[in-house]
């Protein structure tokens, strides 16, 4: 491995999981529940989690049975295709979660991704490596929005991804949230005749919907996303 994952992202704004747990606690509706931590504590866990390289480890465990499956299912169907979700899955956004505190806003975002400066994350890279070299097809379905294409494609081939199918954005109004969004895409992905054996996303919507044989849920302590 080249280096831990250093960053992650963040679509529409979510708090932090464990954020969120620590606000319940401080809220008095879970009273019994003492050990919590504070705020600033639990935003510390996360960042010793993701620089010592655990959230990292906590990936590959999870892409290794994805593999596992792929490597035995490609060659028992037709046109096998693998579906990834971009941030926090293919590319990390470490940086800008670190550096902004676990913040979002739009603006932000958006400056981040146009520097194209977000990192592989390893363990994702050797699923799509394989992938790639075993004849199956590799099909990105991002909420990213469109207007970030150039960035987003010169950011994927920078880091290793080098050639897909398709690179399915979100339409930059899109309202209708991000599991319809990316389970219309995989059903004409089957449409056009592949056999999407997995997919692989950080997110519950990445795998909600089906038009998937099975879906594979990477850890993301940073943010949810509907
Ligand atoms: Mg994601």
């Not at 606690?25 to 639990?42: N, Q």
Request: aromatic share 10%; proline share 7%; hydrophobic share 40%.
């Amino acid at each position: 491995m080249r280096h831990p994952v250093r960053h992650p992202v963040r679509r529409p704004p979510r708090l932090p999981a464990l954020l969120l747990l620590a606000l319940l606690a401080s809220g008095g509706c879970a009273g019994t529940r003492s050990s919590y931590p504070s705020v600033p504590r639990a935003k510390e866990e996360v960042r010793e989690y993701v620089e010592s390289g655990g959230w990292e480890r906590a990936i590959e465990r999870v892409t290794t049975r994805a593999l596992d499956y792929l490597r035995r299912r490609a060659p028992q169907v037709a046109r096998p295709a693998i579906v990834l979700d971009i941030d926090e899955t293919s590319l990390s956004n470490w940086p800008y979660s670190r550096d902004l505190d676990f913040a979002w806003s739009r603006s932000t975002w958006n400056a981040w991704v146009d520097r194209a400066d977000a990192r592989a994350i390893e363990p994702t890279l050797e699923l799509y490596r394989w992938a790639s070299g075993n004849d199956v097809g590799v099909f990105f379905v991002t909420g990213r929005r469109e207007p970030t294409r150039a960035a987003t494609e010169a950011n994927l081939r920078a880091e290793g991804f080098e050639r897909w199918e398709r690179l399915e954005m979100m339409p930059a109004e899109w309202g209708e949230g991000s599991a319809a969004f990316k389970s219309a895409r995989r059903r004409e992905i089957e449409e056009a005749g592949w056999t999407v054996v997995l997919t692989l996303g950080d997110q519950p919507s990445d795998l909600e919907g089906g038009h998937a044989e099975r879906g594979f849920l990477l850890p993301n302590p940073m943010y949810t996303v509907d």
